[in-house]
């Protein structure tokens, strides 16, 4: 289950029970947080939490300012700054070193268009999205508040809160269109409105990714029941009846009985994909469907020789196969973990495929000196109404690469 599914099924009860509850959304970060823009958390009115917006070092503090939102019934943004090592507070001490901004939000159960109600709008929908959160305002006042959004989807449908500003609704379709292209959260501010500025986090929703498992044996059950436990939607395709059975893989999505005759005929999508059929002339024939196939993993088990001698089979068909495959097949598969039990080799199957989804390498975090997190771009916002007026003509958009401490 995933979180956003967890936090779901959290609002459910709550709302069945008609037990008021708030959101906390980690909107902005600065320095090194253990969460990143996006996290989320939700407290019931007795103080129950679902989800987590850090390591455990704000949940206290932010469960008690949430009740507080819910009994005003406003939202609140709140900064937490875990640099100053001399400040106790919260029990945050030398911390993570970074500035945590969280947006505090009371749920209405009667708004069809509240925080839970439009990210389960998205989780319906099979495509990535972008969901628009005002969280700052400077310079006066709009008709956006804090905690306003939008549900921008990929087929050009908004829902949320309404924004009486034309030009600013072209702006974030442009923005939206550009994190969606980028695969990146952004941070933007939007200075064309007659009364003032709005800081807009602009995060891009991701569906869960999707993963194929070719092959039923027992080594696949310990993956899917890792994949699964990730919230990745699971397929196991199988040409054996009795391996491919819904009832040894009762937490895959699908499970499919896929005859080797019918492999041509596998539909294509961008699944990511997994070979472990254990069977040469079915390995060669699922590796030659998805040389059309738009995924960007093919995981192939099995030692260096095999990956070989298939490819030279697939030039035999297909010329240019080891071309269409470059960047795409990982043979053998998996990080290099000494894996040697199933659930081991189901570890290090998924870890690869989770930095290949990131674009990562997948070494030891010690070892990198890069960021464990990607930075959002972000706009500093203007301190005063000369900088709110210049700021059309200086848009421009900031990357902030300091170190995280979590990840």
Same mark, same amino acid.
């Given at each position: 289950?995933?979180?956003?599914?967890?936090?779901?099924?959290?609002?459910?009860?709550?709302? /069945?029970?008609?037990?008021?509850?708030?959101?906390?959304?980690?909107?902005? $970060?600065?320095?090194?947080?253990?969460?990143?823009?996006?996290?989320?958390?939700?407290?019931?009115?007795?103080?129950?939490?679902?989800?987590?917006?850090?390591?455990?070092?704000?949940?206290?503090?932010?469960?008690?300012?949430?009740?507080?939102?819910?009994?005003?019934?406003? #939202?609140?943004?709140?900064?937490?700054?875990?640099? &100053?090592?001399?400040?106790?507070?919260?029990?945050?001490?030398?911390?993570?070193?970074?500035?945590?901004?969280?947006?505090?939000?009371?749920?209405?159960?009667?708004?069809?268009?509240?925080?839970?109600?439009?990210?389960?709008?998205?989780?319906?929908?099979?495509?990535?999205?972008?969901?628009?959160?005002?969280?700052?305002? /400077?310079?006066?006042?709009?008709?956006?508040?804090?905690?306003?959004?939008?549900?921008?989807?990929?087929?050009?449908?908004?829902?949320?809160?309404?924004?009486?500003?034309?030009?600013?609704?072209?702006?974030?379709?442009?923005?939206?269109?550009?994190?969606?292209?980028?695969?990146?959260?952004?941070?933007?501010?939007?200075?064309?409105?007659?009364?003032?500025?709005?800081?807009?986090?602009?995060?891009?929703?991701?569906? #869960?990714?999707?993963?194929? $498992? !070719?092959?039923?044996?027992?080594?696949?059950?310990?993956?899917?029941?890792?994949?699964?436990?990730?919230?990745?939607?699971?397929?196991?395709?199988?040409?054996?009846?009795?391996?491919?059975?819904?009832?040894?893989?009762?937490?895959? /999505?699908?499970?499919?009985?896929?005859?080797?005759?019918?492999?041509?005929?596998?539909?294509?999508?961008?699944?990511?994909?997994?070979?472990?059929?254990?069977? !040469?002339?079915?390995?060669?024939? $699922?590796?030659?469907?998805?040389?059309?196939?738009?995924?960007? !993993?093919?995981?192939?088990?099995?030692?260096?020789?095999?990956?070989?001698?298939?490819?030279?089979?697939?030039?035999?068909?297909? #010329? &240019?196969?080891?071309?269409?495959?470059?960047?795409?097949?990982?043979?053998?598969?998996?990080?290099?973990?000494?894996?040697?039990?199933?659930?081991?080799?189901?570890?290090?199957?998924?870890?690869?495929?989770?930095?290949?989804?990131?674009?990562?390498?997948?070494?030891?975090?010690?070892?990198?000196?890069?960021?464990?997190?990607?930075?959002?771009?972000?706009?500093?916002?203007?301190?005063?109404?000369?900088?709110?007026? &210049?700021?059309?003509?200086? !848009?421009?958009?900031?990357?902030?690469?300091?170190?995280?401490?979590?990840?």
């Amino acid at each position: 289950m995933t979180e956003l599914q967890r936090l779901l099924a959290a609002y459910d009860a709550c709302r /069945a029970a008609g037990r008021a509850c708030a959101l906390a959304t980690v909107v902005e $970060v600065e320095g090194s947080a253990y969460r990143r823009p996006g996290a989320r958390m939700l407290v019931t009115d007795d103080g129950q939490l679902t989800g987590a917006i850090s390591g455990g070092c704000l949940e206290g503090d932010a469960r008690q300012r949430a009740r507080q939102v819910l009994q005003r019934g406003q #939202p609140a943004l709140v900064t937490y700054d875990t640099s &100053d090592e001399d400040d106790p507070r919260h029990g945050l001490g030398p911390g993570c070193q970074g500035v945590v901004h969280i947006l505090l939000e009371p749920l209405d159960f009667q708004d069809p268009d509240n925080p839970l109600e439009l990210l389960r709008g998205f989780a319906r929908h099979p495509e990535p999205a972008v969901l628009a959160t005002v969280f700052r305002r /400077a310079a006066g006042q709009t008709n956006a508040d804090p905690g306003h959004r939008l549900l921008l989807l990929p087929t050009g449908q908004v829902r949320g809160s309404a924004l009486d500003y034309l030009a600013l609704a072209a702006q974030l379709r442009r923005d939206a269109d550009q994190a969606l292209a980028q695969d990146q959260s952004l941070i933007r501010e939007y200075a064309a409105l007659p009364d003032g500025l709005m800081r807009v986090f602009l995060e891009v929703l991701r569906p #869960p990714l999707r993963l194929c $498992v !070719y092959g039923a044996g027992n080594d696949a059950q310990p993956l899917v029941r890792l994949a699964a436990s990730l919230g990745w939607h699971v397929t196991v395709v199988d040409g054996r009846p009795r391996q491919a059975a819904p009832e040894r893989f009762p937490e895959a /999505a699908s499970v499919r009985v896929v005859p080797l005759a019918e492999v041509p005929t596998l539909p294509l999508s961008a699944d990511y994909a997994v070979l472990l059929t254990h069977n !040469y002339v079915y390995d060669l024939a $699922v590796l030659q469907r998805l040389l059309d196939a738009p995924t960007p !993993y093919i995981g192939l088990l099995g030692p260096r020789t095999k990956a070989t001698r298939l490819l030279e089979d697939l030039r035999q068909v297909v #010329p &240019d196969a080891e071309a269409r495959l470059q960047g795409r097949l990982h043979s053998p598969i998996g990080l290099n973990l000494g894996a040697e039990t199933p659930e081991e080799i189901a570890l290090s199957i998924t870890a690869e495929v989770q930095a290949a989804r990131q674009r990562r390498f997948g070494g030891m975090l010690r070892l990198s000196n890069d960021p464990i997190h990607a930075r959002l771009p972000q706009l500093d916002m203007p301190t005063s109404k000369a900088e709110a007026a &210049d700021a059309p003509r200086r !848009y421009h958009a900031v990357v902030v690469t300091e170190p995280s401490c979590g990840v």
